[in-house]
Each structure stands twice: as structure tokens, then as C-alpha cells.
């Protein structure tokens, strides 16, 4: 009887927590579901066995090469609507380098000022020392994995745990922020060589 007790209180805790997901999700901008929904059907298969890292790698530094500032730069520069694109490096113990960035499958039509959604994952289209994913925000704002004084993911936050990479970034500006799998957002400059600044964590 006990142990019937326990599994239902177990099935009723899932359920409030699938509920709890799906209201969050609810309340995300149309772009946002898109984007999650599109890395759902791209999918990430094969990924983790690129003997570069997977989910369980926790990155406390991120370091970009002068190639990837530049095509960043250039990138962000020459579009008023959203790019992706793919970090291909490795891993050296707590640390992501990024040597280059890869542009990631996207169809123009499928790229706005506020979304933009890869017709294949970085993989699929070639790219098999990926990292992790990049995105810019054109304007320069809201470049954040939890809603600002809380403990609430974005939809970037949400789209980063449906992916494989160790790490995820947001291309704003003069700025890099990303996150790692300790969900703690951090940002790397892009004035000066490898500039790293104090990690920030959202408010509880």
C-alpha cells in the first residue's frame, strides 16, 4: 500500500511539472515556440559522440578566436534580422575555444528581427566540431536566458536545453552572453583579444 502511495504521488509530481512547462511555454512569444518546435523536429542524432562534449560538460570560460570575433562582427553588422551559427572547436577542461563560426542551415524566410529557425542541425548540414549554437539579437536587447529578476528561462534559455552543446550564445552587439550547463549566464567582450568578464547569476 505504501509503495502504491508513493508511485501515485510520483505520477501526480510529473504531471504538475509537464503542466508547469507547458504554461510557461504558453506564455512565450509566437517566435519562441517556433524555435523550440524546430529543434524538436531537427532533432540531434549522433551529436553527443563527437568526442568534442555533450549536455554534462560545465564551461566556465569561453574563448573565441579573431576569426570568430570577425565573422561575428561582420555577421551582425550586415543583417537587420537574426543569424545562427554553428562554434566549431573544443573543449580543454573547463574551457570552450571557438576557432570559427560555421554559418548553420537557415532559410532566409525562416529569419526575422526577433526569430530565426535552422532547417537542419549543425551535423546534418556538415559542421562536426560544434560546440555550441549562436544567434544574434539584431537590436541589441533582451540578450538574457532568464527573464531579469527572476529564475525563469527565456525561450533562449528553453531552445538551450533541448540542444546538445555544452554551451549557447547571444551575439548583441559589443557583447557575447552565454550560458553554460550550470545555467549560469556569462558574457565575453568582442573589443579585446579572449576579454572574459565576472559570470552573472539570475536573481531567485
Known amino acids: 500500500m505504501q509503495v ?3 508511485q501515485l504521488r510520483t505520477r501526480i ?3 504538475a511539472m509537464t503542466a508547469g512547462w507547458m504554461v510557461l511555454l504558453a506564455l512565450q512569444p509566437e517566435s519562441a515556440r517556433v ?3 524546430a529543434w524538436v523536429r531537427v532533432g540531434v542524432a549522433g551529436v553527443a559522440g563527437t568526442g568534442r562534449a555533450g549536455r554534462g560538460t560545465i564551461a566556465r570560460n569561453l574563448v573565441l578566436s579573431d576569426q570568430a570575433r570577425r565573422y561575428l562582427s561582420l555577421q551582425y553588422q550586415s543583417y537587420p534580422t537574426e543569424f545562427m551559427g554553428c562554434m566549431l572547436g573544443e573543449v580543454r577542461g573547463t574551457t570552450v575555444v571557438v576557432s570559427r563560426v560555421a ?3 537557415v532559410d532566409p524566410s525562416h529569419s526575422g528581427r526577433t526569430h530565426v529557425v535552422p532547417t537542419q542541425s549543425c551535423e546534418q548540414a556538415g559542421w562536426a566540431e560544434t560546440v555550441g549554437m549562436i544567434h544574434s539579437h539584431p537590436d541589441g536587447r533582451s540578450c538574457w536566458y532568464f527573464f531579469p529578476g ?3 528561462l527565456t525561450s ?5 536545453l533541448r540542444q546538445p ?3 549557447d550564445a547571444i551575439m548583441c552587439g559589443d557583447r557575447v552572453v552565454w550560458m553554460s550547463r550550470d ?3 556569462r558574457e565575453v567582450g568582442m573589443a579585446g583579444a579572449r576579454e572574459l568578464t565576472a559570470s552573472t547569476t539570475p536573481a531567485p
Not at 156 to 160: E, I, L, R, Y
Open 165 to 167: 552543446y555544452p554551451v
Open 103 to 105: 554559418p548553420a542551415d
Open 150 to 152: 527572476t529564475s525563469v
Open 35 to 37: 524555435v523550440e518546435a
Open 13 to 15: 509530481m510529473r504531471a
Open 4 to 6: 502504491e502511495t508513493i
Open 183 to 185: 545555467m549560469e549566464q
Open 156 to 160: 533562449d534559455g528553453q531552445s538551450f
